[in-house]
């Protein structure tokens, strides 16, 4: 069955400072993946996402991630956070079937200290 | 703005009772899900539907049900509401049913049961 384990639930950094959240995933094939970021009182928008080809993606808003087979992971990167990063992050994954519904983690809530 | 339209924003309600979802997709968009997002369950894939046909279905209770009209909005329909059906429902919607797709949501209505 699929399944992402996001396994920071919080994560509290400075402003400037580089930023990883970390997510794994379970899928039985080629999975697509995804990040999605929530302000608060807000939907779901998405960051970036890979499908195939170079294991590097570039997002909106300097984020980037990088896909590792062999580690199963599809972890979530930014060389330099801002306050306005701060909101909660969600890693999904989908897949290449009769349905494109996403399976996603619990989430990360991100802060950022001045 | 993702183009995604989910009314009510919010409302409140009492246990027992019935409420009725709306949610209008991105234009051009044929494929619809749900997801129900609660503090203890995470973001939980309700159901997709697909020009008008049921095409997935998850964790959604039988007290729940769905549907796609001809016009492609979409109605979540939750009865017999109890206290834990309080969570933020997101509606999402997508040009595809199934393969590599991005995911737009909307900003959710909250439900809060009394």
């Known amino acids: 069955a699929q399944s992402v384990t996001q396994p920071d639930i919080h994560i509290t950094v400075s402003e400037g400072a580089s930023l990883e959240l970390r997510c794994n995933y379970s899928?039985?094939?080629?999975?697509?993946l995804f990040w999605y970021v929530q302000s608060p009182g807000q939907g779901l928008q998405l960051l970036l996402k890979?499908?195939?080809?170079?294991?590097l993606v570039q997002g909106i808003k300097g984020f980037e991630a990088e896909f590792k087979r062999s580690q199963s992971s599809f972890n979530l990167r930014k060389p330099s956070v801002h306050w306005s990063d701060a909101a909660e992050y969600f890693c999904a994954v989908g897949g290449s079937g009769a349905t494109n519904k996403l399976i996603f983690g619990t989430g990360t809530l991100l802060a950022v200290q001045p | 703005d993702s183009g995604v339209t989910q009314t009510p924003k919010h409302l409140i309600t009492a246990t027992g009772q019935r409420v009725t979802l709306r949610c209008s997709p991105r234009?051009?968009?044929?494929?619809v899900y749900w997801y129900q997002q609660s503090l203890d369950q995470g973001l939980q894939f309700l159901i997709q539907?697909?020009?008008?046909?049921?095409?997935a279905k998850g964790n959604i209770l039988e007290r729940f049900s769905a549907q796609q009209f001809p016009d492609l909005h979409s109605e979540l329909n939750l009865s017999s509401l109890e206290l834990g059906d309080s969570a933020l429902y997101f509606c999402?919607?997508?040009?595809?049913?199934?393969?590599?797709?991005?995911?737009?949501f909307g900003e959710g209505s909250r439900l809060t049961v009394l």
């Open positions: 539907y697909y020009n008008g046909e049921e095409r």
């Open positions: 999402a919607s997508s040009t595809q049913a199934g393969g590599a797709g991005e995911l737009f």
């Open positions: 899928y039985g094939a080629t999975p697509y």
């Open positions: 890979y499908f195939s080809g170079d294991t």
């Open positions: 234009s051009g968009d044929l494929s």
